[in-house]
């Protein structure tokens, strides 16, 4: 199985990164986490980029606040798909964040998640490896049904709570 590759541009971003390696593990997911700034360290981001196929990732996640041009920065040193989290920063609740991830120049793609969303970016890392992976498109149908059953446990006993 491919690995995920996880870049983030500070430690400060931990907590969201937390979020998507405990999805990670519970689906038997490799992966690497970084920290490589699109600002302070661009050379290691570019390198751990061009060579992340090479180095058996299937695909990357990368998140960061404020500017947050670390995933359109992944992204153009690579054709593998990268997922951008676009965090919480200290000023604008994270839009400006979100609007540094998610508008980039055409032929350099990045997925965007919500802000500070580590597990969703997890689970579309996860669904984009299970193109080639009948086990592991079996385990998310599984965590699926098993979300779904948790919210029907919750609607039966929501009048019990009340």
């Known amino acids: 199985m491919r690995k995920v590759g996880i870049i983030m541009g500070s430690d400060s971003d931990l ?61 153009a040193n690579t054709t593998l798909p990268v997922i951008g989290i676009p965090c919480q920063g200290p000023c604008l609740e994270g839009l400006d964040a979100l609007l540094s991830t998610v508008q980039m120049p055409t032929g350099i793609p990045v997925a965007t998640v919500a802000v500070n969303g580590g597990a969703n970016a997890a689970l579309l890392a996860a669904q984009i490896l299970a193109v080639e992976d009948a086990d592991l498109a079996a385990k998310l149908d599984a965590k699926r049904k098993a979300d779904a059953e948790a919210v029907l446990a919750k609607d039966a006993g929501i009048m019990e709570r009340l």
């Open 15 to 75: 907590p969201v990164i937390k979020k998507a390696t405990d999805q990670l593990k519970g689906l038997g997911i490799p992966f690497e986490v970084h920290v490589y700034s699109a600002h302070r360290t661009p050379e290691e981001a570019r390198a751990f980029a061009i060579n992340a196929r090479k180095n058996g990732f299937g695909a990357l996640i990368a998140a960061a606040g404020m500017a947050a041009h670390l995933a359109g920065a992944i992204a």
